[in-house]
Each structure stands twice: as structure tokens, then as C-alpha cells.
């Protein structure tokens, strides 16, 4: 019932910015928690942000500082801002929405940032 669609991955230089989105539709209403997980290669996918209905955030260590995650109003679209991008950094991104019913994923994008 609910369905993600994300955007915005790419290639950078190192020090560089991207911006992720992730567009929900369906039920919104019922969405409780939005975010993202990565997963580099060889590595375990990893929750990396969220934000909730009431627009408290939290973020993993590795990306404090340099990431932040916000949202338009009734959870239209969820918004990454990833700003001095590592080569640690790289990895394939995917939003996700917890809501009534479970959890949704959205298709997953491709962040590459160069040495």
C-alpha cells in the first residue's frame, strides 16, 4: 500500500554533495519512520538515518555532521542532503518506510565518490 521511489545517486568526487530522494505514495497516513539503509560491497546493509512522524532524526555515527535527512509535509518526499563525501561512503542506497502493514523499500541508487 505504500510504494518508495528514490533518486539522486551518482558519481563524485570526494568532498563532494549529493542529494537523495525518496518519494512516497499510497497510505502515507499511516507511514510512521522513513530513512535509509546502505550497503557497500562485501558489507552488511546498515540503517544509516531516519526521521519520524513527529520529526525527531538520528543518524549512525559515520555520517553525523555531514548527512542530514529531512521531509516535506505529510511524507510526500523524504530529502538526504550528503554533504564531504568519502570513499567509504560509496555504496547502494535504499529509503524505506515503516507503516502500518510493514515496511517498503524503495528501488534502490547507486552513490559512487571517488579517492
Known amino acids: 500500500q505504500v510504494q518508495l521511489v528514490e533518486s539522486g545517486g551518482g558519481l563524485v568526487q570526494a568532498g563532494g554533495s549529493l542529494r537523495l530522494s525518496c518519494a512516497a505514495s499510497g497510505s502515507i497516513i499511516s507511514i510512521s519512520n522513513m530513512g535509509w539503509y546502505r550497503q557497500a560491497p562485501g558489507k552488511q546493509r546498515e540503517l544509516i538515518v531516519s526521521?519520524?512522524?513527529?520529526?525527531?532524526?538520528d543518524y549512525v555515527d559515520s555520517v553525523k555532521g555531514r548527512f542530514t535527512i529531512s521531509r516535506d509535509s505529510a511524507w510526500g518526499t523524504v530529502y538526504l542532503q550528503m554533504n564531504s563525501l568519502k570513499p567509504e561512503d560509496t555504496a547502494v542506497y535504499y529509503c524505506?518506510?515503516?507503516?502500518?502493514?510493514?515496511?517498503?523499500w524503495g528501488q534502490g541508487t547507486q552513490v559512487s565518490v571517488s579517492s
Open positions: 524505506y518506510a515503516y507503516y502500518g502493514l510493514g515496511i517498503a
Open positions: 526521521i519520524t512522524s513527529g520529526g525527531s532524526t
